[in-house]
Nanobody, 124 residues
Framework: VQLQACGGGLVQAGGSLRLSCAASGRTFTRYVMGWFRQPPGKDREFVGAISWSDGSTYYADSMKGRFTISRDNAKNTMYLQMNSLKPEDTAVYYC??????????????????WGQGTLVTVSS
């Protein structure tokens, strides 16, 4: 499984940005895709996840409201729409993938495959 994240850049506070994660290597029907981020000098944190089969989503509590995860099955691409960005959203954003199992909820943060990360910088 190969994941390629892109779409990062410099944006002013209050602005929006959409990240993309292109997936390849196999059929993703039975996969969960997730977004993580790592702010400078801090630990990586979970943003949210989407079930590839039915599009159901989960967001970490601190990410709810401004971030939206979606996917395009035909393009094998996941998106992270970020609105009302704040300087504290500055981070390297990573996409990840794992096999879907019914006993592992979308909140499960253990992933098997990772993309290379894309930097988002929000200026004040």
């Amino acid at each position: 499984v190969q994941l390629q994240a892109c779409g990062g850049g410099l944006v002013q506070a209050g602005g929006s940005l959409r990240l993309s994660c292109a997936a390849s290597g196999r059929t993703f029907t039975r996969y969960v895709m997730g977004w993580f981020r790592q702010p400078p000098g801090k630990d990586r944190e979970f943003v949210g996840a989407i079930s590839w089969s039915d599009g159901s989503t989960y967001y970490a509590d601190s990410m709810k409201g401004r971030f939206t995860i979606s996917r395009d099955n035909a393009k094998n691409t996941m998106y992270l729409q970020m609105n009302s960005l704040k300087p504290e959203d500055t981070a390297v954003y990573y996409c990840a993938a794992r096999t879907y199992y019914t006993y592992r909820p979308l909140a499960d943060e253990k992933y098997d495959y990772w993309g290379q990360g894309t930097l988002v910088t929000v200026s004040s």
